[in-house]
Nanobody
Framework: QVQLVESGGGLVQPGGSLRLSCAAS????????MGWYRQAPGKQRELVAR???????TYADSVKGRFIISRDNANNTVSLQMNSLKPEDTAAYYC???????????????WGQGTQVTVSS
């Protein structure tokens, strides 16, 4: 069984920084994509940033230049450094992985439990 466990998040003032981390565990054969999504109240879940294996990071336009995604392939982790945070960044942030488990024929999407980020003075 594959699990994604997030850490980080919390309350920060506008202009501040936070770092989110996510670790994938279990019987993992390969990871195709790891990334972060967010969902604000009353809105749809949206992509924040992601890294495809062997590719460059991609970011939502709203976070370009402020957020940095990084991935540690050896440890199956992905992190999101969030700088210059704005109130509109307030949302539940979810770690996502497209992962093929050991013995599985296909890869599937897995999600973390979500961590709340609140940007407010």
């Amino acid at each position: 069984q594959v699990q994604l466990v997030e850490s980080g998040g919390g309350l920060v003032q506008p202009g501040g920084s936070l770092r989110l981390s996510c670790a994938a565990s279990g019987s993992i054969f390969s990871i195709n994509v790891m990334g972060w999504y967010r969902q604000a109240p009353g809105k749809q879940r949206e992509l924040v940033a992601r890294i495809i294996s062997g590719g460059s990071p991609t970011y939502a336009d709203s976070v370009k230049g402020r957020f940095i995604i990084s991935r540690d392939n050896a440890n199956n982790t992905v992190s999101l450094q969030m700088n210059s945070l704005k109130p509109e960044d307030t949302a539940a942030y979810y770690c996502h992985g497209n992962i093929r488990a050991v013995g599985a024929r296909y890869s599937y999407d897995y999600w973390g439990q979500g961590t709340q980020v609140t940007v407010s003075s």
